[in-house]
């Protein structure tokens, strides 16, 4: 019976044991013009058996490879970072850490308003030294972010510190100036 079997019922006529004669093919040699036993192939470095090398017991090994050869599912650790993906993730991140790096990237901008905005930067720079001993304490992530948030966070307040003193150094020596006016009759 050939596979798969034909729809309908019908039967090979080889299978019930009836011999029958082969048909007729029109690729029959002709006298003088035999055909070739073996096919040519254009490369000369081919194998005659189409599948040699690619015969395993498993159907997805590699060719020419034996079993066991290539690498096993789980033989390397899967690369991390994707969690919820079958991934393992890293440890939890610290949320005190995260809040003390933004806090000080806000005092850090509030520096472009004279100065005076980088004093949110001394709660950022407090924030970041309690998530690290957080982080420490418990075994969480986030030492990055909190670091992070104490050095912005005390860069920012100096420079607060600084942008205040200049402004009022400015202020009390342009008070200490006489003043030419319009009006005065210096003679």
Not at 45 to 74: C, L
Not at 157 to 177: G, K, S
Request: proline fraction near 13%; hydrophobic fraction near 35%; glycine fraction near 16%.
């Amino acid at each position: 019976m050939t596979y798969p079997p034909p729809s309908g019922g019908w039967q090979d006529p080889l299978a019930a044991g009836q011999q029958s004669s082969p048909p007729a093919d029109p690729m029959t040699p002709m006298a003088g013009n035999p055909i070739p036993t073996q096919p040519t192939s254009a490369d000369p470095y081919a194998s005659p058996d189409p599948y040699a090398g690619m015969k395993s017991a498993d159907p997805y090994a590699a060719a020419g490879y034996p079993p066991g050869a290539y690498p096993q599912p789980g033989a390397y650790p899967p690369p991390g970072g994707y969690p919820g993906y079958g991934y393992p993730s890293g440890p939890k991140q610290n949320g005190l850490a995260i809040a003390a790096m933004i806090v000080s990237i806000i005092g850090a901008l509030g520096l472009c308003g004279y100065g005076l905005g980088g004093y949110i930067g001394v709660v950022g720079a407090i924030l970041g030294h309690v998530s690290r001993k957080q982080i420490r304490e418990r075994g969480e992530g986030g030492e990055g972010f909190a670091t992070a948030g104490i050095i912005v966070g005390w860069i920012s307040t100096v420079l607060a510190v600084l942008a205040t003193a200049a402004i009022v150094i400015l202020i009390v020596w342009a008070a200490n100036q006489e003043s030419s006016g319009y009006g005065s009759t210096t003679y």
